[in-house]
């Protein structure tokens, strides 16, 4: 069953402004010839946090970035590092006064993290065990039968464009039981998955084939120039499924 709908995004926004230290602090305004998107940290995608973080950094007269700081961060650590890295990897277009190639000082760059959550779908496969224990009220009442539910999470810059809803594991349809797995996979210019595996997963094993098996099924944009320089080498989705009584 394939839908094309969002799923949980992910956002990164940037700022970037710099000056230079001469009589008139003239105002300069760079942007990177390669712009690195940051990795989400694990426990932040499954936590579900959301924050930012404002680093510092100096750019060479050869466009490479140096004494990077974090000026400023919300919540405090969580993205930290994964903004640092980020911000390693950028290379400027030198900036270039009177004909010459200068080094500029003091520049930042504003990360934005940001998660939005898909509506709940029901489970696919497990239409007539619901239907069935419908009927039996003594055994499961007609208003509790909300059933096994999944929903999805992922990042805003490679945002699928056809999903798979994940089977409903048997073992965990039996024993009534939800947990969430989170992947990490590449994909190829053409929009197609390749190298899926599990990150984490809770409860360990349970769930994992059947989200390997939904995640090959993706589809992608095809590969647009304007994207960010490796930004399709670590690419991340978490199902979490959900079982109510």
Excluded: C
Aim: cysteine-free.
């Amino acid at each position: 069953m394939k839908t094309k709908k969002k799923q949980l995004t992910f956002i990164t926004m940037l700022l970037i402004f710099a000056s230079l230290a001469h009589p008139q602090d003239e105002k300069i305004i760079l942007f990177p010839i390669t712009d690195v998107v940051p990795g989400y940290p694990t426990e932040a995608i499954i936590r579900e946090v959301e924050g930012w973080v404002l680093v510092s950094f100096d750019v060479s007269a050869l466009g490479t970035v140096s004494n990077i700081e974090v000026s400023d961060s919300e919540p405090r650590f969580t993205f930290d590092e994964s903004a640092i890295n980020a911000a390693r990897n950028f290379l400027f277009k030198p900036h270039i006064e009177n004909g010459i190639a200068r080094d500029v000082t003091g520049i930042e760059y504003l990360f934005r993290f940001l998660l939005s959550e898909t509506p709940e779908s029901v489970a696919p496969g497990n239409e007539i065990a619901l239907n069935e224990a419908a009927r039996n009220l003594t055994r499961a009442p007609r208003l509790n039968q909300r059933g096994p539910t999944i929903s999805q999470i992922s990042n805003e810059s490679m945002l699928p464009i056809t999903t798979v809803i994940p089977i409903y594991p048997e073992e965990a349809l039996n024993e009534k039981i939800g947990g969430w797995v989170l992947l990490r996979f590449e994909v190829t210019d053409q929009g197609k998955v390749l190298n899926p595996s599990v990150e984490k997963s809770e409860p360990e094993n349970v769930f994992d084939d059947s989200a390997i098996k939904a995640i090959t099924d993706f589809e992608y944009a095809a590969y647009d120039p304007t994207e960010a320089i490796f930004e399709r080498l670590d690419v991340f989705h978490l199902f979490k499924f959900r079982f109510s009584n």
